[in-house]
């Protein structure tokens, strides 16, 4: 009998103490940070390639002629925020034209991005030309644009 006492209580004696530490209340402590610190966001991006197209339509009254003139923008947009990471490059060009259309002259090219958008603005000169009449043509024009992503 008091081997069967001392058998209880060398058994009850540590199930009492894991018992009484499983119940006991859990403490927390706050850790101090900075507002920088709370501002930095972990997280990967999930770049993908993006263009973006625009086009304007001049027309000659004097020699019947037509182009469209493109802005094309190459961008990387991050798949996860749906922000533009950075513009690859930009270019413009001439599609789709008339017989009397002549050339296209670019005069300037501007882009930039923000956190939702991209934006781009062309100007140049279209020139046109009728050889049957000799009725020539010089155009400004602007074409400006602004994509939301």
């Known amino acids: 009998m008091q081997k069967l006492r001392k058998l209880v209580s060398v058994i ?23 507002p920088a610190e709370e501002q930095i ?22 020699t019947l002629g037509f182009a469209y003139i493109y802005i094309k923008v190459d961008a990387v947009i991050d798949g996860q925020y749906s922000e533009p990471m950075f513009i690859k490059g930009a270019y413009t060009y001439q599609a789709d034209v008339s017989r009397h259309f ?9 882009y930039s991005y923000d956190d939702d958008s991209i934006w781009a603005k062309a100007t140049g000169y279209v020139y046109f030309y009728d050889p049957d009449s000799h009725l020539a043509e010089k155009q400004y024009i602007e074409i400006e644009h602004t994509w939301e992503v």
């Open 12 to 34: 009850a004696i540590p199930v009492l103490l894991i018992s009484c530490i499983s119940f006991a209340p859990s403490i927390a402590y706050a850790e101090e940070t900075s």
């Open 102 to 110: 002549e050339k296209w002259e670019e005069l300037s090219l501007d």
């Open 41 to 62: 966001e972990r997280r990967t991006p999930m770049p993908y390639d993006k263009t973006f197209t625009t086009y304007t339509t001049a027309r000659s009254a004097a």
